[in-house]
Nanobody, 123 residues
Framework: QVPLVESGGGLVQAGGSLRLSCAAS????????MGWFRQTPGKEREFVAA????????SYADSVKGRFTISRDNAKNTVYLQMTSLKFEDTAVYYC????????????????WGQGTQVTVSS
C-alpha cells in the first residue's frame, strides 16, 4: 500500500492559480511514478499530468499543457501540481495516484489513489 493524501484544493476565480500537493507515506516514494487525475460528476476520471520517479520526464493532457506544471520533491515524499490560468472547466475533484512500473496516462495503470481534493473555479 502507498497512502496518498492530497491538499491545496479550494475556490479560485478564473485566471487564478492554485498549487495542489500530494504527500506519500513510506520509504519508496522516490521509486514511484506519480500522476494527477481529475473527475467531475457523471464523467470518467481523466488524466491531467504524470511524472517519472526521477522527475526528469513529465507528461500532460492537452487541455492543461502550458498552464499546469507537475513536479516532485523526493526528499519530502511529495508531488505537486501547480495550476495557473485556471478556467471554469478545470473545476473537478483532483486525485493523486501512484504506480511502480510506468509513467502512464491511464487510470488502470495506477493501483494507489488519494482521497481527492476539490478545485472549484468560478467564472
Amino acid at each position: 500500500q502507498v497512502p496518498l493524501v492530497e491538499s491545496g484544493g479550494g475556490l479560485v476565480q478564473a485566471g487564478g492559480s492554485l498549487r495542489l500537493s500530494c504527500a506519500a507515506s513510506g520509504r519508496t516514494f522516490s521509486t514511484l511514478f506519480m500522476g494527477w487525475f481529475r473527475q467531475t460528476p457523471g464523467k470518467e476520471r481523466e488524466f491531467v499530468a504524470a511524472i517519472a520517479w526521477s522527475g526528469s520526464s513529465t507528461s500532460y493532457a492537452d487541455s492543461v499543457k502550458g498552464r499546469f506544471t507537475i513536479s516532485r520533491d523526493n526528499a519530502k515524499n511529495t508531488v505537486y501540481l501547480q495550476m495557473t490560468s485556471l478556467k471554469f472547466e478545470d473545476t473537478a475533484v483532483y486525485y493523486c495516484a501512484a504506480n511502480r512500473d510506468v509513467m502512464s496516462m491511464h487510470v488502470y495503470d495506477y493501483p494507489y489513489w488519494g482521497q481527492g481534493t476539490q478545485v472549484t473555479v468560478s467564472s
